[in-house]
């Protein structure tokens, strides 16, 4: 939207891995430098870990393209699996036949053993790289660490790289896992952009997107970027992207702190108190700039008249009256004293957490993965990385992924927000409130909740079903994607014309459905 106004070829700050803005640090280059030791290592285990949005995937790609051609890999990116599962999964990504029926461990560790040893003999090395590891359960774990006993007189024949967030170290140092964590032979942490690395980020990311004028973001801007994002770079993609929108709407060329800092009010929910004296003005810019936009969108799409943009601009419908009433916290209800009392309280395993929310659904997901068996329920696990700002927006109860600076960490099932504090709802039945400041010491944006999909979702051969169900509840009328843009646009989400699942959320939420709901102060 605001490209041109900047002189720029192309949006900058993207968080899609466009392969052209690829910025390395210094960090990332020795991320990268650790991966391909421990390729030529022998076998055993690299570990690399980092924060979310981090640059852990960026230095995959990039490891990833330089395995040599001698080389075979597997690449697992969903390692939310067991033990049989996840040896298939392997067996597939390696173009391994396994014989038909096979269903246990031994026949599919047969099968990747007769393969491996083949690829031996032809000199080839195998390689299997697990993304997102910190899902792994440790009887998955145990299980790759006994892969790496697949091996010959001169070599071990599987190298095995593990990709994950921080709590991937805790794990490994559980004394259940010493013997894993003794084949660690590489391992590094992939820290968050130092001051001066993000003001060279922005600026890398800028010149690749076209600019040959001035930098938008004066110093102080780029120093509140840093700051605000901690040096990670996905959040400084989302911050800045905001910001430039912001200046973009009033008209200015330079982006300075103060527009950052409101930005950051906005993305995440920042404790950062903006300057609220050209707040309005923002605000009716932006309004009037997704006006125009949709009403663009709908002229290209053959329908030139403004009442599409009328139409999906209404406030959402109201939340049914027992949500409503639910708002409103019991003015008794225990605050936690700290952190510390919300760690001991939280479920330490996910599955207990996600049994809680799906009670709220009215659902049981018995015994196995929760996520899988809630299938059978119509209901569907939904993760992502986000701020308490979105979550209110998303506006239904979730889990909060929490870690203290111990290590220590859990899920809670969080149930409510006001201006100050978070609600949460704990196994034994009983609620509790936690201060909004104290929360962000534990809570670093992870987010899991349920949904409900819509007929003819995640079934390509049923897109009839889909398409009917959003004509039905999407104001206005003519081709579905202009009308999905405009309500994106409307209510804050990507306007990418896709009807992704925080786009079907947001549309069962703004026409009135029973699902549960977060309760909001008013």
């Known amino acids: 939207m605001y490209a041109s106004f900047y002189g720029l070829q192309r949006d900058p700050f993207s968080i899609a891995p466009d392969p052209r803005f690829l910025y390395m640090s210094e960090a990332h280059r020795e991320a990268l430098a650790h991966l391909l030791y421990g390729l030529a290592g022998g076998g055993g285990f690299v570990l690399l870990t980092g924060e979310i949005g981090a640059g852990k995937t960026t230095v995959c790609r990039c490891f990833l393209e330089q395995v040599p051609a001698h080389c075979d890999v597997a690449y697992v990116f969903n390692p939310k699996l067991g033990v049989v599962e996840l040896l298939q999964t392997i067996n597939d990504e390696f173009g391994i036949e396994v014989a038909p029926g096979t269903t246990t461990v031994k026949g599919h560790v047969d099968a990747l053993n007769r393969f491996l040893l083949d690829a031996h003999a032809k000199g080839r090395h195998a390689v299997l790289v697990i993304d997102e590891a910190q899902a792994l359960s440790a009887e998955v774990l145990e299980q790759l660490r006994l892969l790496t006993n697949l091996e010959t007189n001169e070599r071990k024949l599987l190298q095995i790289v593990l990709i994950g967030q921080p709590e991937l170290r805790g794990m490994l140092a559980r004394p259940e896992l010493e013997q894993l964590a003794q084949r660690v032979i590489a391992r590094y942490h992939l820290p968050a952009l130092s001051a001066a690395e993000t003001v060279a980020y922005v600026r890398h990311r800028l010149v690749v997107a076209g600019l040959t004028a001035e930098q938008p973001f004066d110093d102080e801007a780029l120093a509140a970027l840093h700051r605000l994002c901690g040096g ?170 929490l870690r203290g600076a111990d290590g220590r960490g859990g899920v809670a099932l969080l149930t409510g927000l006001d201006a100050e504090q978070a609600r949460f709802a704990f196994d034994d039945g009983t609620s509790a409130r936690l201060p909004l400041a104290a929360l962000a010491e534990v809570w670093r944006g992870e987010f899991a909740t349920l949904w409900r999909p819509p007929p003819g979702w995640g079934s390509p051969g049923d897109a009839a079903a889909l398409n009917a169900w959003l004509d039905s509840r999407l104001p206005g009328s003519g081709t579905l994607p202009p009308r999905i843009v405009a309500f994106q646009v409307a209510h804050g989400l990507q306007p990418d014309g896709r009807a992704g699942p925080l786009t079907l959320m947001q549309i069962l939420k703004a026409s009135g459905g029973d699902e549960p709901r977060l309760a909001l102060a008013r």
Not at 287 to 295: D, I, Y
Not at 306 to 328: G, I, N
């Open 232 to 401: 990670v770079p996905r959040r400084i993609n989302l911050l800045a992207d905001r910001a430039l929108l912001g200046a973009y709407a009033g008209g200015q060329r330079r982006v300075g702190r103060a527009i950052v800092e409101r930005a950051a009010h906005e993305v995440f929910g920042s404790a950062v108190a903006p300057d609220n004296s050209s707040r309005r003005p923002l605000v009716a810019a932006l309004l009037g700039l997704a006006t125009l936009a949709v009403v663009a969108l709908a002229w290209q799409a053959g329908r030139g008249d403004s009442q599409v943009a009328v139409a999906t601009l209404r406030p959402a419908a109201a939340a049914p009256a027992a949500s409503a009433a639910s708002a409103a916290a019991p003015s008794d209800e225990p605050v936690l004293a700290d952190t510390q009392a919300l760690l001991a309280r939280a479920s330490a395993r996910e599955a207990d957490g996600w049994r809680a929310l799906a009670a709220r659904w009215q659902a049981e997901p018995g015994a196995g993965e929760p996520c899988a068996a809630l299938g059978s329920a119509g209901l569907a696990c939904w993760r992502t990385s986000t701020s308490l700002a979105q979550v209110r927006e998303l506006g239904r109860p979730g889990l909060l992924t």
